[in-house]
């Protein structure tokens, strides 16, 4: 480190240090304001954070939803497709996109199970 | 300065979701305690009013936690100061617009009619605040006046912030180029200006 970068350094260390002084004597009227700003700041964000919390599980369901929707399509496709889109299989997907209990989704293994014994029997 | 006590807490957070939901506003209630004063400082150096300032900041803190709570707490730094510099554009643009608005008001009426801002409550700091001020760093605050808006809060953000480069030029919206061409020349300002000041330039 050379004198100029050296100088540099101590220069802003003591602006830094004379700002510092600047700031500690604060009069209680503006640190009120801030603790008052800073408390409404707070309560924005836990309002953000429950709304965002909640959204959580409808997120999950869609995204469920559409691992179901893809699962099934692949499994069904490869036996049933004949050129279009058989009837009753699009019926069976709308029915599928249009659901939405988020419960419903949730049990996809057990949805896969189902349509595995329907085509075994 | 702040980021590594928030780099911390975000360690030391519990899992499971309230936890998480309690850790982030506890971080957010820690990074704004850290830099309540000293934003309020710099937001007062630009537009030399307290209340101004005041409402500056306040401003600055609803919106980071209405629109980035949920941003890594190692960006807040930026954001809130790119907030808080956008706020001290439209305060001058406000201004610039208000006296537009008085001097045509005045040339319309004439002098008779009066300065309008009497009729404009004072907000600027009372005289034993201004002392207060004066006292704790007359020959710095005044130099820091002196310099040209830009190289001024870029000088505070780097220097007294601690931002690096790429962040301050995130609060200032503008390249990192700029940044450091503003900040050299505002430490190249004060240093002429406080040279006869031993408190800061260190003379013997």
Redesign the interface.
């Known amino acids: 480190m050379n004198d100029m970068e050296q100088s540099e350094i101590e220069f802003r260390r003591r602006v830094k240090e004379q700002l510092d002084a600047g700031i500690s004597g604060l009069d209680e009227a503006a640190l009120a304001r801030l603790r008052a700003a800073r408390e409404q700041a707070l309560a924005i964000a836990r309002a953000k954070q429950r709304i965002t919390d909640n959204r959580q599980p409808f997120r999950l369901g869609f995204a469920m939803a559409a691992m179901l929707v893809a699962v099934m399509t692949w499994r069904l496709l490869p036996t049933h497709w004949s050129g279009s889109p058989p009837g009753d299989m699009t019926d069976d997907l709308e029915m599928l996109i249009a659901e939405d209990e988020v419960d419903f989704y949730a049990d996809m293994e057990f949805l896969i199970w189902l349509e595995q014994q329907d085509h075994a029997s | 300065m702040y980021a590594t006590t928030v780099g911390v807490l975000i360690h030391a957070g519990a899992a499971g979701?309230g936890a998480t939901?309690l850790d982030?506003?506890t971080q957010?209630?820690f990074f704004?305690?850290q830099i309540?004063?000293?934003s309020?400082?710099i937001a007062e150096l630009a537009v030399r009013q307290?209340e101004d300032a005041?409402d500056l900041?306040?401003e600055s803190?609803?919106k980071?936690?209405?629109k980035y709570?949920?941003k890594p707490a190692e960006q807040w730094a930026p954001l809130f100061y790119r907030i808080l510099q956008s706020k001290i554009r439209d305060w001058y643009r406000r201004q610039a617009a208000r006296g537009r608005i008085f001097g045509a008001l005045k040339e319309y009426f004439g002098d008779d009619a009066g300065d309008p801002l009497h009729l404009v409550e004072d907000t600027s700091p009372g005289p034993v605040?201004r002392l207060?001020?004066e006292q704790?760093?007359p020959a710095?605050?005044e130099a820091l006046r002196r310099l040209p808006l830009r190289q001024q809060q870029v000088f505070?953000l780097r220097?007294?912030e601690g931002l690096d480069v790429q962040q301050t030029a995130i609060a200032m919206k503008c390249g990192t180029g700029s940044v450091k061409t503003h900040y050299h020349r505002a430490?190249q300002t004060?240093?002429e200006l406080l040279q006869d000041h031993r408190?800061?330039?260190?003379h013997e």
């Not at chain 2, 408190?199 to 260190?202: D, L, N, P, Q």
């Open positions: 979701s939901i982030k506003i957010l209630n704004l305690a309540e004063r000293r309020l400082r307290r005041l900041v306040q803190m609803l980071l936690a209405e709570v949920n605040r207060e001020i704790a760093t710095l605050a505070l220097a007294w430490l004060l240093r408190e800061v330039c260190g």
